[in-house]
């Protein structure tokens, strides 16, 4: 079996999960944040509708440069609504689903940098990018949001197991 082959039922899984979670952002809690310290709703849920496309780069590129010198710094698209923030997230998702059932064995065990400035920041396998640095991070991502959810009394969907709102997956 090829990695992927057992990647993409994960992948599928935990996407879905985060979809409905995604789905409980209401747009007029955007500029919400917990502590000064923390993002707003809005940026959080961006960052993790835009995160999960980060596969493509993973899988088709060598590196990736989020300032890279004598350019503009990576920009995340920034959603005003619901709808656009589930149209950008169904995007990512669909790309990355197709750039991992792409990906080969040997792909995924060459290494893969971070850069910034033209410096790396890390360098690991591919497959290793995928599942912490894409994956596990949506997921931290996605329980942190969760939170926010909780912190202004929006039901949380049930992810793993049933949640204080939901009896069901």
Do not use: C
């Amino acid at each position: 079996m090829a990695i992927h082959d057992a990647l993409l039922p994960e992948f599928d899984h935990e996407m879905a999960s985060t979809r409905k979670t995604l789905e409980r952002v209401p747009d007029d809690k955007q500029g919400w944040k917990p502590h000064p310290k923390s993002g707003t709703m809005g940026w959080l849920a961006n960052h993790i509708a835009t995160m999960v496309g980060w596969t493509v780069d993973v899988t088709e590129k060598d590196s990736f440069d989020v300032a890279p010198a004598g350019g503009p710094p990576v920009a995340m698209p920034k959603t005003a609504t619901q709808k656009e923030l589930l149209e950008v997230f169904d995007k990512s998702v669909a790309r990355a689903r197709a750039a991992l059932a792409a990906v080969s064995d040997q792909q995924l065990m060459q290494s893969w940098s971070l850069l910034s400035g033209g410096k790396p920041l890390f360098t690991m396998p591919r497959i290793t990018v995928l599942r912490s640095f894409v994956m596990n991070h949506v997921i931290h991502h996605r329980a942190q949001l969760g939170v926010y959810l909780r912190l202004n009394d929006i039901p949380v969907p049930s992810v793993y197991g049933p949640s204080a709102d939901e009896n069901t997956f």
